[in-house]
Nanobody, 123 residues
Framework: QVQLVESGGGLVQAGGSLRLSCAASGRTFSSYTMGWFRQAPGKEREFVAAISWSGGRIDYADSVKGRFTISRDNAKNTVYLAMNSLKPEDTAVYHC????????????????WGQGTRVTVSS
C-alpha cells in the first residue's frame, strides 16, 4: 500500500512558476512508476508527466513539454513537478499517482492516487 500526499499548489500569474511535491509512504516507493495528472473543472483527468522507478525514463504531455520537469528523490520518497512559464490553461487540480512496472499515460492504469493540489494561473 502506498499513500500519496501532494503539496505546493497555489495562485500564480501567467508566466510564473510553481514546484509541486508528492510525498509517498511505504518502503516500496522506489519500485513505482510515478505520474502527474491534472483535472480542470468540467474536464477529464489528463496525463501531464511520468517518471520510471529509476528516473531513467521520462514522458511528458505535448502541452507541457519544455515547460514542466518531473523528477524524483527515492531517498526522500518524493516526486516533484517543476512548472515554469505557466499559462491560464494549466489551471487544474494536480494529482500524483503510482503504479508498478511500465510507464503509462492512462489514469486507470495507476493504482494509487493522492488527493490533489490546486493550481490556479491568472492571466
Amino acid at each position: 500500500q502506498v499513500q500519496l500526499v501532494e503539496s505546493g499548489g497555489g495562485l500564480v500569474q501567467a508566466g510564473g512558476s510553481l514546484r509541486l511535491s508528492c510525498a509517498a509512504s511505504g518502503r516500496t516507493f522506489s519500485s513505482y512508476t510515478m505520474g502527474w495528472f491534472r483535472q480542470a473543472p468540467g474536464k477529464e483527468r489528463e496525463f501531464v508527466a511520468a517518471i520510471s522507478w529509476s528516473g531513467g525514463r521520462i514522458d511528458y504531455a505535448d502541452s507541457v513539454k519544455g515547460r514542466f520537469t518531473i523528477s524524483r528523490d527515492n531517498a526522500k520518497n518524493t516526486v516533484y513537478l517543476a512548472m515554469n512559464s505557466l499559462k491560464p490553461e494549466d489551471t487544474a487540480v494536480y494529482h500524483c499517482a503510482g503504479k508498478l512496472q511500465l510507464m503509462a499515460r492512462t489514469p486507470r492504469e495507476y493504482d494509487y492516487w493522492g488527493q490533489g493540489t490546486r493550481v490556479t494561473v491568472s492571466s
